[in-house]
C-alpha cells in the first residue's frame, strides 16, 4: 500500500481563499478589509476577507480617499499597478508567508 504522506500546501475545501492573491488564508493569518473604508461611509458596507500581507499592501499603496474613489472593488484593487507586482510576487509564497520586513510606504 503506497505512502499517503499529507502535503503541508494542501487545504481543506472550507477554507477560506483570498480574492486578491488567490491564495488559501489558514486559520487566524485572515484580515477583514472594508471595500470603501469605514471613514468615507463604508461602516457596515462590503468587507472581503483576506491576507494581512495583502491588506498591509493595500494600505501601504493607496490613501483612504483613493480607495474610496477608485478603488472600492477587488478588481480594481488588482489593476493597481504596484498592487499588480506585489500579488505576482506574492502568489509564488506560502499561504502562511509574513514578511519580516515591513514594506515600503509610497510617497505622499
Not at 485572515?30 to 463604508?42: A, D, F, N, V, Y
Not at 483576506?50 to 488588482?78: D, F, G, M, N, P
Amino acid at each position: 500500500m503506497p505512502n499517503k504522506e499529507k502535503n503541508p500546501d494542501t487545504f481543506p475545501a472550507d477554507v477560506p481563499v483570498c480574492p486578491l492573491c488567490d491564495r488559501p488564508i489558514p486559520e487566524g493569518d485572515g484580515s477583514l478589509h472594508h471595500l470603501i473604508p469605514k471613514l468615507k461611509g463604508g461602516k457596515g458596507g462590503p468587507t472581503v476577507l483576506l491576507h494581512q500581507i495583502c491588506h498591509k499592501e493595500i494600505h501601504a499603496t493607496l490613501t483612504e480617499a483613493e480607495l474610496a474613489r477608485s478603488y472600492a472593488t477587488v478588481e480594481a484593487l488588482r489593476a493597481h499597478p504596484r498592487l499588480d507586482k506585489f500579488l505576482n510576487w506574492v502568489r509564488k509564497r506560502p499561504p502562511g508567508f509574513r514578511s519580516k520586513v515591513p514594506g515600503r510606504r509610497r510617497k505622499r
